[in-house]
Structures are given as C-alpha cells and as structure tokens.
C-alpha cells in the first residue's frame, strides 16, 4: 500500500488572524477530502505574518484531486494563499 505525503504552506490575509481557528478549519476540510492531517506548525514569514505549514496523508489509490484540497482551503475567508510545498510518496 502506497501513501501519499502533501505539504501545504498556507498564508493567512493578515498577522492578526486566529492561527488556531485556522487550524481547526484546515483539519475540517482536509477529514472532509478524505485525508489524515498528520503536522502542523507555525512558520513565521515577515513582518509578524506567520504561515500555517501542513502535512497530510491519504491513499495513493484513492487518486484524489490535490488541486481541489487546494482550491477548498484557498477559500477559507482568512486565508490569503496556500501553496504546494512537497508532495511524496511513502511507502510502508
């Protein structure tokens, strides 16, 4: 059985936003695409603005569209960007 491993960076609209709140809807959104969160960490950027870092697993046979986890965390209302850092397959 392969696994797949994506890290995402996701940057919040300003340093202002609730980087728990923004955790807690990312794991919403990423249980509803059929994935396991298994990291999070803040990662700070400039300027006070930190990046919410964010590493899931899901079954490469399940196939899942990478672009519409994206897409779905893109349009949380605080979030500014999100980003592909790494994507992997990992065996075991």
């Not at 392969?2 to 340093?15: A, Y």
């Not at 990312?26 to 400039?46: C, H, R, S, W, Y």
């Not at 046979?61 to 980003?83: C, F, G, H, R, Y």
Request: hydrophobic letters at 40%; zero cysteines.
């Amino acid at each position: 059985m392969t696994n797949i491993l994506l890290t995402l960076k996701i940057l919040p609209k300003h340093p202002e936003v609730d980087m728990e709140q923004l955790r807690k809807q990312t794991e919403l959104i990423v249980d509803e695409f059929g994935a396991k969160l298994l990291k999070t960490e803040e990662e700070p950027m400039a300027f006070g603005l930190k990046a919410l870092k964010i590493i899931v697993t899901f079954k490469e046979e399940d196939n899942p569209n990478v672009d519409i986890l994206e897409e779905k965390l893109q349009a949380l209302e605080m979030v500014s960007s999100t980003e592909v850092t790494d994507i992997r397959r990992a065996f075991g």
